[in-house]
Structures are given as C-alpha cells and as structure tokens.
C-alpha cells in the first residue's frame, strides 16, 4: 500500500470552488488535484493499491480532510477539472470526525493533518516526510530494504507551494518521522508523488 498525506495550507473548506478559478479563490486547489492524478492515474488505469488524503486549511472552515481510496475510485478522470467537481461535491457535504463517503472512493471529514499522521504510526506504516534535504530515498528504500519494509505500507508526507510550518516540522521530528529527500532541486508535490511511485514501481516490478 502507498499513501501520501498533503497540507493543503489554503485550499478551500466549503463547497463554494469556483472551476475556473482553482489556483486563486480555491486557495491552490490545482495543486491538489494534479496531486490526486500524480498519485493514482496510469495509462488507462488507476492505481488500487494507492490512497491519497489532502487535509484544507483555507477558507471558511478549516480543516477539513478528503480521502481518495484507488481501490474504490469511479469515474474519476485524470484532468484537474474532473477531480475538481468531485472534490467541490465532497467539500459541499457536512462534515464530523468520522470518514464518510461522498462519491465512490472519495470520503471527508472534520480531521486534522497531526491526526491522520499519528493513525498511520499507530498501525505501523512506514511514515517518511518529503524534504528538500532529507536523506537521499535511495539510502533509506532500495533493493536491500524494500522487501523487508513493504508489507507494513508507505505513507510519504508532502507540502504544498508553502510547505509545512515549523510546529508541523518540529510535529513530525518529535515522532521520528525520517526525512527523504528525492532530488537536489525543489519539486512541486505532484512530481514528488511521480518519482516516489516510480522508484517503489522499480523496486517492486524489479525492473
Ligand atoms: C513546492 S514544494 C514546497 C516549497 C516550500 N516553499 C517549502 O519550503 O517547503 C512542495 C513539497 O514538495 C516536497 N518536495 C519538494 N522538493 C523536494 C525534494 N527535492 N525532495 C523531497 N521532497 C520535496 C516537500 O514535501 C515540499 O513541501
């Protein structure tokens, strides 16, 4: 299983998403959703063993959680206007602290990036942060490791154009969350998310 959480720092919180205008009123919600193909569109198919939660701390009421399951996913198509009117519909419903289903595979609720990332330590999932000067990913997952890792399932943590903030850093160290560094350049999410799959699809394939 792979996931990837994202801080979403301004992406909207109600249903109000105005589809052409996703970068300025909807608080960068183009990032999200080329995030959201990035993590689960293939040629002709989707990604099953993939989960994608994008957590909103933008206007009016944040935050609030989206969680997009690969193995449930339905008419979903990789263009940022499509999943664009598939979030608006999830953000349009009310939400509480429990996960509930807005469209096939797409759920919400009223949960907080800290929660979600202490749920996956919980259940013992390999949790890594995306960083600019992490530890090069290829020290940490390679050919020796993955095969003793894999079964516990990746969850790779992201920023958006902002990043996290320091308390989130600060957050994230206190629980020993390594940092992985994928590139020498800064990337935007949606190519992180690219290079993570192609780099577990090598170790995986063995190709
Ligand atoms: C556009 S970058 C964020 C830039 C922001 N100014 C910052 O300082 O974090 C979006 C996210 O992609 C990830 N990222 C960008 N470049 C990376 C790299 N070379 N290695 C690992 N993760 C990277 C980080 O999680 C980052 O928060």
């Not at 959480?5 to 105005?18: E, R, Y």
């Not at 990332?117 to 949790?127: F, T, Y």
């Not at 992985?180 to 020498?184: A, D, I, N, R, W």
């Given at each position: 299983m792979r996931e990837?959480?994202?801080?979403?720092?301004?992406?909207?919180?109600?249903?109000?998403?105005?589809l052409k205008d996703?970068?300025?009123?909807?608080?960068r919600l183009d990032l999200v959703c080329r995030c959201i193909s990035s993590a689960f569109f293939l040629s002709h198919d989707i990604r099953r063993?993939?989960?994608?939660?994008?957590?909103?701390?933008?206007e009016p009421n944040p935050p609030v959680a989206l969680k997009f399951v690969g193995s449930e996913l339905k008419r979903l198509s990789p263009d940022e206007r499509s999943i664009a009117i598939f979030i608006k519909k999830a953000?349009?419903?009310?939400h509480n602290?429990?996960?509930?289903?807005?469209?096939?595979?797409?759920?919400?609720?009223?949960?907080?990036?800290?929660?979600?990332?202490?749920?996956?330590?919980?259940?013992?999932?390999?949790?890594?942060?995306?960083h600019l000067r992490g530890k090069p990913i290829k020290d940490v997952i390679n050919s020796?490791?993955?095969n003793e890792i894999k079964d516990r399932g990746f969850v790779f943590i992201l920023g958006d154009h902002i990043g996290l903030t320091e308390e989130d850093e600060r957050f994230l160290n206190d629980l020993k969350i390594e940092k992985?560094?994928?590139?020498?350049l800064e990337l935007h999410a949606n190519q992180c998310i690219d290079i993570v799959h192609n780099i577990l699809d090598k170790l995986e394939y063995r190709r």
């Open positions: 990837f959480i994202l801080k979403a720092n301004k992406a909207i919180t109600s249903g109000n998403v105005n996703l970068p300025g009123s909807c608080g063993d993939t989960v994608f939660y994008s957590v909103h701390y933008g953000l349009s419903k009310e602290s429990k996960w509930r289903e807005s469209t096939p595979g797409i759920y919400h609720a009223k949960k907080d990036f800290r929660e979600i990332v202490l749920e996956k330590i919980e259940k013992g999932r390999n949790v890594y942060f995306l020796r490791t993955y992985l560094s994928l590139s020498p």
